[in-house]
């Protein structure tokens, strides 16, 4: 319902390189051939990404500010303004008496969103990621950063404690966006997580939600607090949910894991 690449050119370098007259076409060519091979073994280093301004985003998500009717079609969270999708479930989760998060279900898919203050001028998501795959290596588990239509990701294996008291692994994606003086974290699991073709409307979704900073001063990485919508029809949380282990993996604030009581709205 709903619904980035760089180019390096190498032979703009060699009309840099002074190349003498009687070079022949046979050591341009290697010249240009080494200059790839050169490129194609550089891998960029995720160092290079931390602390940089936010990045444009001509496809969301948005501020309140920039959208003329930011409320039409999305539910009201305070703080987050989550698209209405046909047939989901939207969970909010409570951390003390502040509600801190919205995960938005559909069929075996969910992506929980939770906004937090970031600094003016620069972003926080290459750092989140960083202290994210830390934490979960740390605890055995397996991440792969990738670049994807939302931009960079993490993919990853999250060890989780099942029923018979063994050891499995949940897959998940951290996907996630700086925005003015905000961040946006979302974490996709389910079927769209393992299955990137499943993924689309979740990641729409994503792309279409609305950040309410608002104007009081926050510390970087305070959560943004989220209200219960006027008209919800609220139903206690009896579904089962994906088992999540208490977990340190964001750091600070941002824990992608944590989870109190949870409300249910159905629509």
Known sequence: MFRRRKSEDAVEQLAEDAISADET???VEGSVENENENENDTEPDPADRVGLPPAPRPDGPWD???LEKPEEGRVDLGGLLVPGVEGMELRVEVAGDAIVAATLVLGNSAIQLQAFAAPKSEGIWGEV???IANGITGQGGAVEEEEGPLGWHLRAQVPVPLP???????????????????FLRGVISGQAAVQPDMAGLLEEVFRQTVV????????????????LPEDAQMVADGAAAPTEPDSPYAG????????GPEITEVH
Not at 169 to 180: M, S, T, Y
């Open 64 to 66: 309140v500010s920039e």
């Open 212 to 227: 309410v900073r608002g104007e009081a001063p926050m510390a970087p990485r305070d959560p943004i607090v989220l209200k």
């Open 164 to 182: 018979n008291g063994t050891q499995g692994a949940q897959l998940v994606r951290f996907v996630g966006c700086d925005g003015p003086r905000w």
């Open 129 to 131: 990621r960083e202290e």
């Open 252 to 259: 600070g604030s941002i824990d992608p894991y944590s989870r």
């Open 25 to 27: 076409a046979d050591d």
